[in-house]
């Protein structure tokens, strides 16, 4: 049995922080579970283009408000708590957080994620090699 408080991470390599985001990662691969937790902030005013090439994501937003946007059909979708989005075909996408308000997010990644990554100039994780 794994259990872990969000305190256990933070300030620890396990907290990710960029400009736009910081990731707290809860689980990840090497806790064998086939698919890694995250909880993160997107910061106030964030707007973030992202494409998963290498993993699908679910998110589910527990504070804040902002907006999703689906990059190839232009649809916006308005995100609050209680909203769930899956990014289940590697869909390219644009999240922003309203300005002064950050968004919090249970993030799970599958394949799961190692610990450290940063999005790379795509938008995306690489896949562990």
């Known amino acids: 049995m794994i259990i872990k ?3 256990d991470v933070l300030g620890t390599p396990a907290e990710v922080d960029t400009p736009g985001w910081t990731s707290r990662r809860l689980i990840f691969k090497d ?5 890694s937790v995250n909880d993160t902030i997107i910061k106030a005013g964030a707007k973030l283009e992202m ?8 998110v589910y937003c527990i504070e804040g408000k902002g907006q999703i946007t689906e990059v190839a059909s232009g649809k916006t979708h308005q995100i609050r708590p ?16 309203n ?18 990554e940063v999005h790379d100039a795509t938008g995306a ?3 562990e090699t």
């Open 82 to 97: 209680g909203t769930l989005y899956a990014l289940n075909a590697h869909d390219h996408h644009v999240l922003e957080a």
């Open 125 to 127: 994780y690489a896949l």
């Open 51 to 58: 494409t998963y090439r290498n993993h699908l994501e679910t």
């Open 31 to 35: 806790a064998g579970m086939g698919y």
């Open 5 to 7: 408080q969000l305190e």
């Open 99 to 116: 300005q002064g308000e950050a968004m919090r997010m249970v993030c799970v990644f599958n394949p799961p994620l190692t610990g450290a």
